[in-house]
């Protein structure tokens, strides 16, 4: 069972700047993963089994025709909140409202048929496709399931539309291929095609780039934009490289050991960072330019395992402008700036 | 002998051979490693790198051979010794450090015993005592507590891995480090420190590394000479800061521009067209021409040589004067 | 042994392209060109093909090949393989007209004829036994003959046929096999071989593989038994297919209690050793063809449950199967399309390998005499017949043994064969 912690009443991430409307709205997600332990085990630690703390209370706000990036290092809880947005991954606690339908007050069978307009798209292209399954099939089966007033030649059509928006041409020539049979960079086409094919509108793509080859990324991230002003698409793009979230990003979420550290648009993120992980993590990042090389030093120890967080603050064990109650309270997540959040007692400090 | 180069690699090539005949994973390639450098090496997945780095240990069974080739290490070419003397060499001259340290280590040992295992091999007069404290003071001196000695791999996390795996390549006083993609398993922290470890190695101990990733923004990091491969070639070659204020050949261009740089403020990624080619085909003449923005009808027929561009900046490319100059001063010679 | 695409390292750079080369072609060249792809496991699962289809063919048509029917009798008993039965035959003088015992015989006034035979040698007693019935039939025939022979018993062949040069004796009776044997031709140029006094055709060569205890052809038995031995080993492999992976598709994909519980009964069943497994139940449903089947196939279901259920747990776990999910794909969608039919090429390869099984399995229940009736020509039958007469005999039991070896050597090596070639693929990430 989840220890009960207090849940925040401070508002909720999201950009109050725009006129778009909400698509996405998370409140207070946890999601626990219990670890198995043995029955006499469970006696001593007296009733309360150990468990993995993957997402502990997020909320956030996503509009529509956004970029919303999530970006985290191992461990923060980055793709496991993504498939909780989908509802691939039942929460522990918390909701998810999607287009103003809470996605727990639905059926299985309501749910399903939602999906037809929240999709995602998967680290690994090859392993997300069925290897017995020709591309044009694996295209083809949402819209079998969710457009079944479609005739059999409409839907292909369809596909081959789809396929050409995707840039794999000929079409026709790609409908009959295996996954196997083609690159890594088409393979990641082909899996976009498949969750466009029914017209969705909200897109989570977890690290949709990370396995490509450095010349074909800028590729696919070009196409994932067009994609995006064309059929009117809002992404959750999950990330832990920094560097390609700046490229594409409107909005920016920093997590780690399963809660939020900062939350606001990205510009102001990066060039005004309101947390000390923030802080590391942009710096810490490789720049391809040699007069540039990183000077500040980076945080001590590693990334704690998320069975037994530290107390208070997760990060307070490594940060550099940690204070004493760092370790006793938890820093529920602020708005500091205009649309700008942090989860820091001491941001502040920062903005000096 | 230039005291100066500990590794003079001359024409490498290594080849496999498959099922569809055989390819040539690395091919024709020259290039120095000079003492106390770090030298990135950079190339897309195909392109050879990880090939040449197992190579300069002659580390290649099966499929692969070097088939061409001298690798003249510390004044003596690897090449003419019986392969069975090269365990000598390995570990204790020339030290490895692979992508995935789960799988380098082994999961039924401690970490103490990987390291005492690796310098009593090749130091077998060295008492048990004495073995220890050596790992003991390595392991420190790497950032890793002393009592963490007792470890099993499995109970270690990723960053502390790659760094018990230096420490073995350390354990013996290598003299190169060959580091095969040691970052790219590793969250961006982890990776900063662990480069700046591998800086501090390079200024206290001396060590040399040949630094091979994909990943240009950590060779900009720490490296102080750049090579870039593309098809089982060389591209281009020289001081890091020269490469990167001005790279001379098309590819090392395109790719300098298709990276994402934080620093930016804005700026557009730069989309490459084509695809790396497959190199049991490889086109005709220049392996890049049928993606270069500049391709010339020579580069289509005649394989540009790697030669001097500017100063010291060597890139194997038709458009430089100097290189067709060399190329034509070659075959009157 | 050329090299494997799976022992290259990612970074390689041939990738793809000697698949796509593979899928560009025909079929038919497909096969040529594997073989210099696969290597040895090419031959190991082509012979073993040709192997298969060849019993195959025998098991469907056993008449086009085999020259006597299962029950046959055909002949004297344990003859040996090649040998020539031996009948009793006729030899006379080269000039003589006499061909067959019927020409010898005369008026009932005339002096009887005689003839030589060998003591201690069956071909007096058939000699009387020939003449009698001939003499039979010529009573009552009009012309007034009759066969009423003089016999003369020798010591030795060369005696008795030294009569026939003498005069003697008009014909010598003696087993057709001597006069070959110890080159009597030779030794009695002015004699030759006539017609066998029982009318029957020595059969020119014997049998191929002999006779049995019961003068059945060896050869025919081996290749109607076939017939059996297929059948007993494809149905009871196909039935406890048809059982087993739907079962074990169940049980993987649903897990829970229904899992255990399944999973509990085929691992007990799976804890029998199988033949005593077999044995009980045959014992209780009685012998027959489809209760040896049921048996065999009880026995093997716990394997393909166990395959199917291991395969659908990893398969279960894998992105693409999240992925269906996530575009709202049914359960029963995602069984169909998804996890079925990468479950599919583990349940091919052990098939093969289980038909091996089953098929020795089956001749090991009728070796034990369970089963079948002892009338069908059977393998398992046969070589529990020939147990008895290995001295005697020895080709009773060892060509129906050699046959169920190569049946089984020839499924096993096609289904390991197979393994190999299919394995990189399933393993290409």
Redesign the interface.
């Known amino acids: 069972m989840p220890e009960s912690t207090t849940v925040s009443m401070n508002p909720i991430p999201m950009d109050k700047s725009t006129e778009a409307a909400e698509l996405v709205r998370v409140e207070h997600i946890r999601k626990f993963f219990p670890i198995q332990s043995g029955f006499f085990a469970s006696l001593l630690i007296g009733g309360q089994i150990p468990a993995v703390k993957a997402v502990d209370d997020v909320s956030f706000i996503i509009h529509k025709g956004e970029v919303f990036g999530l970006a985290g290092?191992?461990g923060s809880g980055k793709s496991t909140l993504g498939r909780l947005v989908l509802r691939l991954l039942e929460p522990t606690s918390g909701t998810v409202v999607f287009d103003g339908t809470d996605l727990e007050s639905i059926s299985p069978e309501e749910m399903r048929r939602m999906r037809s307009r929240m999709q995602i798209v998967f680290q690994d292209p090859l392993a997300s496709l069925n290897p017995r399954m020709t591309l044009g099939e694996a295209i083809e089966h949402p819209a079998q399931i969710h457009m079944p007033k479609l005739s059999a030649a409409e839907r292909r059509e369809r596909v081959l539309e789809i396929l050409s928006e995707v840039g794999m041409s000929p079409p026709t020539t790609f409908y009959s291929l295996y996954p196997h049979q083609i690159?890594g960079?088409q393979r990641q086409r082909v899996v976009l095609a498949r969750a466009l094919v029914t017209h969705p509108a909200f897109i989570v793509a977890d690290e949709p780039i990370a396995m490509a080859?450095?010349?074909?990324?800028?590729?696919l991230?070009?196409l994932m934009m067009n994609l995006k002003e064309k059929f009117d698409l809002t992404y959750l793009f999950i990330t832990?490289?920094?560097?390609?979230a700046?490229?594409v990003c409107d909005r920016i979420a920093i997590m780690y050991l399963g809660k939020l550290c900062e939350v606001g648009p990205l510009t102001d993120v990066?060039q005004t960072v309101l947390h000390p992980y923030t802080r590391?993590?942009?710096?810490?990042?490789?720049?391809?330019?040699?007069?540039?090389?990183?000077t500040e030093p980076?945080?001590p120890g590693?990334?704690p395992n998320a069975i037994n967080p530290p107390p208070g603050c997760h990060f307070h064990p490594r940060c550099p402008i940690a204070r004493p109650n760092c370790s006793i309270d938890e820093p529920p997540l602020r708005e500091l700036r205009p649309g700008h959040f942090t989860a820091c007692h001491y941001a502040e400090d920062l903005l000096k | 002998m230039i005291d100066n180069i500990l590794y003079s690699i001359r024409n490498l090539t290594v080849e496999?051979?498959?099922?569809?005949g055989s390819?040539k994973?690395v091919e024709d390639v020259s290039m120095d490693i000079r003492r106390g450098e770090i030298l990135g090496l950079v190339g897309?997945?195909?392109c050879?790198k990880?090939?040449l780095g197992k190579a300069l240990m002659r580390l290649h069974t099966?499929?692969a051979r070097i088939t061409e080739g001298e690798l003249w290490f510390d004044g003596r070419d690897l090449m003419t010794l019986p392969l069975k003397d090269m365990p000598d060499i390995r570990g204790a001259e020339i030290g490895m450090v692979f992508q995935d340290p789960m799988t380098s280590l082994n999961p039924v040992q401690r970490i103490l015993e990987h390291i005492t295992e690796t310098i009593q091999t090749h130091e077998p007069e060295i008492s048990d005592t004495d073995a220890r404290k050596r790992a003991e003071e390595l392991v420190e001196r790497l950032g890793i507590r002393r009592e963490r000695i007792m470890d099993y791999p499995h109970q270690m996390?990723g960053?502390?891995r790659q760094r018990v795996m230096i420490s073995l390549a350390l354990s013996l006083r290598a003299k190169l480090v060959i580091a095969d993609e040691p970052t790219t398993s590793l969250?961006?922290?982890?990776?900063?420190?662990f480069?700046?470890l591998l800086k501090e190695l390079q200024k206290e101990f001396g060590l040399t590394i040949l630094l091979i990733t994909?990943?240009?923004?950590?060779?900009?990091?720490?490296?102080d000479r750049i090579a870039v491969m593309y098809a089982?070639k060389l591209a281009e070659l020289g001081d890091?800061?020269d490469v990167?204020?001005h790279p001379k050949h098309p590819y090392t261009q395109?790719?300098?521009r298709?990276?994402?740089?934080?620093?930016l403020d804005s700026g557009e990624?730069?989309?490459?067209a084509g695809?790396?080619p497959?190199?049991?085909?490889p086109p005709a003449g220049c392996r890049f021409h049928p993606r270069c923005p500049y391709v010339m009808d020579i580069c289509r027929v005649e394989v540009p040589p790697l030669e001097a561009v500017e100063g010291d900046q060597l890139a194997a490319c038709w458009l430089y004067p100097s290189v067709l100059a060399k190329s034509q001063e070659k075959m009157h010679a | 042994m050329?090299?494997?695409?799976d022992?290259?390292?990612?970074?390689?750079?041939?990738?793809v392209?000697?698949e796509s080369?593979l899928e560009r072609v025909g079929f038919v060249r497909r096969i040529f060109l594997a073989r210099?792809?696969y290597g040895a496991d090419w031959w190991f699962v082509t012979i073993a093909s040709v192997m298969v289809v060849a019993f195959i063919i025998v098991a469907i048509v056993p008449g086009w090949f085999a020259p006597y029917g299962p029950d046959a009798i055909v002949g004297p008993r344990f003859l040996a393989p090649g040998e020539h039965p031996a009948v009793p035959v006729l030899i006379v003088p080269a000039d003589s007209k006499v061909n067959d015992l019927k020409d010898l015989a005369v008026p009932a006034d005339q002096p009887r004829p005689s003839v030589a035979v060998v003591i201690g040698v069956p071909t007096g007693g058939a000699l009387n036994e020939q003449a009698k019935a001939i003499d039979e039939q010529l009573r009552n025939e009009p012309g007034g003959l009759r066969l009423r022979p003089q016999i003369d018993r020798y010591a030795t062949i060369d005696q008795a046929l030294q009569a026939v040069v003498d005069g003697t004796d008009l014909a010598a009776v003696i087993q057709s096999t001597e006069w070959e044997k110890q080159g009597l031709a030779q030794k009695f140029p002015t004699l030759r071989e006539a017609n066998t006094i029982t009318g029957e055709i020595s059969t020119a060569g014997g049998f191929l593989l002999g006779t049995n205890d019961i003068g059945q052809d060896v050869l025919s038995r081996l290749l109607w038994g076939t017939r059996i031995a297929l059948i007993v080993g494809f149905s009871s492999s196909i039935v406890a297919l048809v059982f087993g992976v739907p079962l074990g598709l169940f049980a993987g994909f649903i897990g829970g209690p229904m899992d255990r519980l399944l999973s509990l009964i085929m691992d007990s069943l799976y804890a029998f050793p199988g033949l005593i497994l077999a044995i009980s139940i045959t014992a209780v449903l009685g012998p027959s063809i489809l209760n040896i089947i049921v048996a065999i196939a009880v026995l093997y279901v716990p394997t393909y449950y166990r395959i199917v259920r291991g395969q659908t747990l990893s398969v279960k776990e894998e992105v693409y199967v999240e992925a269906a999910r996530s575009i709202g794909a049914r359960s029963r969608e995602i069984l169909q399309r998804y996890i079925f039919p990468n479950v599919i090429p583990s349940v091919a390869i052990i098939f093969s390998v289980n038909v091996a099984d089953a098929i020795l399995t089956g001749a090991g229940l009728s070796f034990l005499g369970l089963g079948l009736p002892p009338t069908i020509a059977d393998w398992g039958i046969d070589v529990a017949r020939g147990q008895r007469f290995i001295q005697t005999g020895w080709w009773m039991i060892t060509y129906p043994g050699l046959a169920i070896i190569a049946v089984v050597l020839a499924f096993s090596m096609m289904g390991e064969g197979l393994t190999e070639i299919f394995n990189p693929k399933l393993r290409e990430r």
Do not use: C
């Not at chain 1, 832990?240 to 390609?244: E, F, S």
């Not at chain 2, 298709?258 to 620093?263: G, Q, R």
């Open positions: 290092e191992s690159s960079g080859d450095v010349s074909v990324r800028a590729l991230l070009d832990h490289d920094l560097a390609t700046k490229y990066y590391a993590l942009l710096e810490a990042v490789p720049v391809p330019d040699p007069t540039h090389r990183r980076m945080p590693e990334i | 496999y051979t498959t099922r569809a390819v994973a897309e997945s195909g050879g990880s090939t099966g499929p996390s960053g502390m969250d961006v922290i982890v990776e900063a420190k480069l700046d994909h990943n240009i923004g950590v060779v900009a990091e720490i490296s089982a890091v800061n990167f204020a395109a790719l300098m298709s990276v994402p740089n934080i620093k990624l730069y989309k490459m695809a790396p497959d190199l049991s085909h | 050329t090299a494997t695409k022992q290259l390292p990612k970074n390689a750079p041939e990738a392209s000697w080369e210099r792809w």
